[in-house]
């Protein structure tokens, strides 16, 4: 049985930091072999992770429809697709969903993306998924079981209200989720109190905070990967500590 982290939340939160950062602590871990799925249209988690992105498989989608070579059947030239798309890593493999589809049908193209990713993750005994807000690329899939859902926010009221209505959302799809959580990030001074809709739903053992970094918009500037961030950096000992908490007994 594979254990499947999946992370939401609105652009502008960190997700996808928080995202790479859990990666490399469970590399460090020896949680392998690990999958990170790049959900997110607006793909990056590569750069976090300092590692090239060439191909997505939305890449593939497009493709089946004009450029499947005389001879070979789509299936296999997707299958082939997805194995060019595929980034081996040290330690980890990546590989990106891409943008959204275009006008037209994709049913054949997603059925078939859908039971080739199902195999893939078949091979994997960690897995983690960096979703856009809606979880949609998610919710397609038939690897349906989250062990630990991460939907992270910023302090503001907006980036708390969004990460809400994802964990009402998520409610109403076809998913099983074990357990979820409510990352703060870029706090400076946490609040006395959450809203009410806030403790609600994940309650006061629920939610987590995690410190504004100046680092991180440094290293972002300097396009250097985010998880090469210094072992002391303050939101490094956070998270660090908040991994250990929410992957104890893993």
């Known amino acids: 049985m594979s254990f499947a982290v999946a992370l939401g939340g609105k652009g502008g939160t960190g997700k996808t930091t928080i995202a790479g950062l859990l990666i490399q602590y469970m590399l460090d871990h020896g949680m ?8 997110d249209s607006n793909s990056n988690l590569n750069e976090v992770l300092g590692v090239p992105l060439e191909e997505t498989l939305s890449d593939a989608r497009e493709d089946m429809k004009t450029k ?10 997707m299958e082939m697709k997805v194995e060019q798309a595929l980034i081996e890593a040290e330690g980890f493999d990546l590989i990106a969903m891409g943008r959204p589809e ?12 859908t039971t080739l990713i199902e195999r893939l993750i078949g ?17 397609r899939l038939t690897q349906k079981d989250i062990d630990l859902l991460v939907l992270v926010s910023d302090p503001s009221r907006r980036g708390l209200s969004a990460a809400c209505r994802i964990a ?14 409510l990352v703060v990030n870029q706090v400076r001074q946490e609040p006395a109190n959450w809203p009410d809709e806030v403790q609600r739903l994940f309650g006061k053992d629920g939610i987590a905070c995690l410190p504004a970094d ?24 956070a998270a660090k500590e908040l991994f250990e908490k929410l992957l104890n007994g893993v």
């Open 168 to 181: 009402e959302l998520v409610k109403t799809l076809p998913i099983r989720v074990s357990r979820s959580v």
């Open 32 to 39: 392998k072999p690990l999958l990170a799925i790049d959900a």
């Open 68 to 77: 499947v070579p005389t001879g070979m059947t789509k299936d296999i030239y």
């Open 102 to 113: 275009g006008p037209g049908c994709y049913c054949a193209a997603n059925n078939l993306l």
């Open 123 to 139: 091979n994997y005994q960690y897995i983690v998924i960096d979703n856009e807000a809606g979880m949609e690329h998610f919710s």
């Open 214 to 237: 100046p680092l991180i918009s440094q290293f972002d500037m300097e396009g250097k990967p985010t998880v090469k961030l210094p072992d002391d950096a303050p939101v490094v000992k």
